[in-house]
């Protein structure tokens, strides 16, 4: 009897360490295989374009064609389409309710005519644009946006990602919670608006901007252009004005509890601290229309020399 007592609890064991040893095999399957897709449509030089990938990331190109041309990888279960004709054209990639890519994720590459109107939605994939001239509106959650070439008018929105643009443009409306902003570009209307994440300029070449951050950082490095109206607003963040030794303008710096250091136009202070805070006006050289206006509750302003 002991004898056989011994053997089936033997038998217990083994079964039991046979099944602990299944559920990390079961654990490692392969993640589900990607699949090529891809199309081709007709579609007006000035044409509509929305492309949907919630699931992966976007790269457009724009080109000289009539036609707009999609290829990517996809993983296997979740739907491709794309459809529509030289006034619009919609394509992009429906995920499952319950998709189990096992952390696959789909990408696309789209060719589309470069002055068309285009509409990109993505989830935690990046948006990238190259090459683009036309009307551009991007959407991510937490995707990072970059929009590199000419488009008259760019409307770029993500929570959490970083947004870029650098080139040229008429019209710039940039917002996210989490992300950094930043203008590497020469623009006539740019509002830049982040939460936490930091709000940059570079190169100068803002002739009328809005930049706006309640705790991040709004920094600005360059030259100030005839007639320039730059407008910076803070809550907490600190700001600084990186300029040329050669800078001109008007500038007003009003704060609440914050400092203000200026390497510029000490001789011509206007303003004096009152009960409502410190105010400091003062102008550089020739203004020639160049006005510079900053609100700031108790975050730090610097203006200095580059």
């Not at 996809?74 to 995920?95: I, L, N, R, S």
């Not at 952390?103 to 470069?114: E, T």
């Not at 994939?125 to 000419?150: K, L, N, Q």
């Not at 009152?274 to 900053?294: A, H, I, K, L, Q």
Request: with cysteine.
């Amino acid at each position: 009897r002991l004898g056989a007592g011994i053997a089936r609890l033997a038998a217990a064991v083994a079964l039991v360490v046979a099944g602990a040893g299944a559920a990390p095999a079961a654990a490692q399957a392969p993640a589900p295989a990607l699949r090529a897709v891809e199309a081709r449509r007709p579609l007006g030089t000035t044409g509509l374009l929305r492309i949907w990938n919630l699931s992966g990331s976007v790269r457009v190109v724009g080109w000289d064609r009539d036609s707009v041309v999609v290829t990517g990888r996809v993983p296997v279960g979740e739907t491709f389409f794309c459809g529509g004709g030289p006034a619009a054209v919609k394509c992009g990639v429906d995920v499952p309710p319950r998709s189990e890519a096992g952390g696959q994720a789909a990408s696309l590459a789209v060719f589309v005519p470069a002055r068309a109107q285009l509409w990109v939605k993505s989830g935690d994939g990046d948006i990238v644009v190259t090459g683009f001239g036309g009307d551009i509106d991007a959407y991510a959650v937490s995707g990072r946006i970059e929009v590199t070439g000419t488009p008259r008018v760019a409307t770029l929105e993500s929570m959490g990602g970083d947004i870029v643009v650098a080139g040229s443009a008429t019209t710039v409306r940039a917002r996210t919670a989490g992300g950094t902003i930043t203008l590497d570009a020469r623009v006539e209307d740019a509002t830049a608006t982040s939460v936490s994440g930091d709000v940059v300029v570079r190169g100068g070449a803002v002739r009328r901007g809005r930049l706006e951050s309640i705790d991040g950082a709004v920094r600005w490095r360059g030259p100030l252009e005839a007639g320039a109206e730059i407008e910076v607003t803070n809550h907490g963040g600190p700001v600084e004005l990186a300029l040329p030794a050669d800078a001109s303008g008007t500038f007003e710096v009003h704060t609440y509890l914050g400092t203000v250091r200026s390497d510029f136009g000490a001789a011509t202070l206007l303003g004096a601290r009152d009960r409502n805070g410190r105010e400091m006006s003062f102008v550089v050289g020739r203004p020639r229309g160049t006005r510079v206006t900053v609100r700031t509750f108790k975050g730090p302003v610097t203006i200095r020399r580059m």
